[in-house]
């Protein structure tokens, strides 16, 4: 069945650090992959999605890229704000089995001014 | 335009109570999924509607959980009797569109704790 990893954190930078989050995936197919974040007191909101190979997302000043050969979808972002503190979940859709969203365990990101 | 909206936000009941969940869509969308987050766990999705009818409940765990969607709008989840393995929070999402998971639009969720 459908799977995604993720670094679990909590993951604790400074402001203006350079953030990378790892997510990799197991699925059948080709799935479309998603990066939501979580702002506190607040429901997951989608960050950014590539639904095919090489394709790069970005929103925010963050990015990750659709890499079929490494089945991953690393999330970065150049300079990390106070504002960006939050939890991020990875998550795919395969469209060939179940119809929700398979999400990994999620990552918990503090910046610290 | 409102969002998703669930209630209550918090509830904590004791094992073998009952315990219903509630979940506005968005208006206009025919889409309605339910998701929870077990501590420490990933989002797993429980099921999905389109209108009235269920088109996935794959996601169940089990025959203590009933949801439905009279009428096409809001969308209950009752679970009963509560176990202490259904702590969680439970997430409810919507779309227009059937796939569109780039349009989904999640509520706040509810936190659940069983004690």
């Known amino acids: 069945g459908n799977s995604v990893t993720q670094m679990e954190g909590p993951v604790t930078l400074s402001e203006e650090a350079f953030l990378t989050i790892n997510c990799t995936y197991t699925?059948?197919?080709?799935?479309?992959l998603f990066w939501y974040v979580q702002y506190p007191g607040e429901g997951l909101q989608l960050l950014l999605k590539?639904?095919?190979?090489?394709d790069k997302g970005s929103n925010k000043g963050f990015e990750a890229t659709y890499r079929k050969e490494t089945t991953s979808f690393h999330l970065e972002k150049g300079s990390v704000q106070v504002s960006d503190s939050a939890v991020y979940f990875c998550?795919?859709?395969?469209?060939?089995?179940?119809?929700?969203?398979?999400f990994g365990k999620g990552t918990h990101l503090i910046i610290q001014p | 335009e409102a969002g998703v909206t669930q209630f209550p936000s918090h509830s904590v009941i004791e094992k073998g109570q009952t315990v219903t969940l509630r979940c506005d869509p968005i208006?206009?969308?025919?889409?309605l999924y339910w998701y929870r987050r077990v501590m420490g766990k990933e989002i797993k999705f429980l099921l999905h509607?389109?209108?009235?009818?269920?088109?996935?409940e794959s996601g169940m765990p089990n025959n203590r959980f009933l949801a439905e969607r009279t009428g096409g709008t809001y969308s209950t989840l009752k679970v009963q009797p509560a176990e202490l393995e259904d702590s969680g929070v439970y997430f409810c999402?919507?779309?227009?569109?059937?796939?569109?998971?780039?349009?989904?639009?999640f509520g706040s969720g509810t936190q659940l704790s069983v004690l």
């Open positions: 509607f389109v209108k009235e009818s269920k088109q996935d």
């Open positions: 998550a795919l859709y395969s469209g060939g089995g179940a119809d929700g969203l398979t």
């Open positions: 208006s206009g969308h025919d889409n």
């Open positions: 590539a639904t095919k190979a090489d």
């Open positions: 699925a059948t197919g080709y799935p479309s």
């Open positions: 999402a919507s779309s227009r569109t059937r796939g569109a998971h780039e349009k989904l639009f």
